[in-house]
């Protein structure tokens, strides 16, 4: 389970919104408590580092700006614990492609914009045999 | 041996271990003699032709080892070799 701040999903929408119709990424800070539930009150938005032609339906986070935030994060006493990003006028469902780059351990959260407006935001964690994502509860 | 250094993503392959370490003398034989210790750690940095995988970096010190030959890039004893995962997705 993971739990979010208002403020938190505010932002994952405002981002989500600024960046359609191409797809918007960023980093969840926050805790790991005891019996591995999320805590996340902070976020991270990066930059798109696809292409613009591909980047209404791709994301690319580069390994420098992993590392910045890494840093940033440790500075807040805080943790990377997930990754946003955005279908547009898209289900807030992992692909194929999800699965093929995800990473066990951290939250994906997913948010659905709809014609430029923020909708449903999920949460999902990869299956450590790399098998699929199973759905993760989100709580706000 | 090189020391490594394991992405909290992938800790949970390494027994919770932020640091390993991996000997050889380019970045493949280091991170192959990881693989060997850890073996569940495998199919997260190669895919099924034994590719490393698109998201996983390898950086020796702070040179990506893109620029220093790939996996052939020469690892010297006491250097750091750092897993940096380059995270990506997107719809289909």
Redesign the interface.
């Known amino acids: 389970m993971i739990s979010i701040t208002k403020q938190v999903q505010d932002r994952i929408n405002a981002e989500g919104e600024r960046d359609y119709p191409n ?1 918007t ?1 960023g980093f969840l800070l926050g805790r790991i408590e005891r019996n591995d539930v999320r805590e996340s009150d902070d976020i991270i938005p990066v930059v798109n580092a ?1 292409e613009t032609e591909e980047a209404y ?7 420098q700006d ?2 910045k935030a890494e840093h940033e994060a440790l500075a807040k006493n805080k ?2 614990i997930g ?1 946003y ?1 955005s ?2 006028d ?1 289900p807030p469902i ?5 699965l093929e ?6 939250s ?1 959260l997913i948010l659905s914009v709809k014609d430029g407006k923020a909708d449903k935001l999920t949460s999902w964690r990869l299956e ?3 098998s699929g994502f199973a759905a993760e509860e989100l709580k706000v | 041996m090189a020391k490594v250094l394991i992405p909290t993503a992938l800790r949970a392959f390494t027994d919770g271990s932020s640091e390993v370490e991996g000997a050889g003398k380019t970045a493949g034989e280091v991170i192959t003699a990881v693989t060997e210790s850890y073996p569940e750690i495998q199919k997260h940095l190669f895919d099924e032709e034994g590719k490393l995988r698109s998201y996983v970096n390898v950086f020796i010190g702070d040179e990506n080892i893109r620029n220093l030959g790939g996996l052939d890039a020469p690892v010297h004893e006491g250097d750091v070799v750092t897993l940096v995962p380059a995270i990506a997705g997107g719809r289909p």
């Open positions: 797809e990424c696809r339906h791709r994301f690319v986070i580069l390994p992993f590392l943790n990377i990754i990003h279908h547009p898209h992992p692909s194929d492609y999800d780059h995800g990473l066990p351990f951290y994906y450590n045999d790399r």
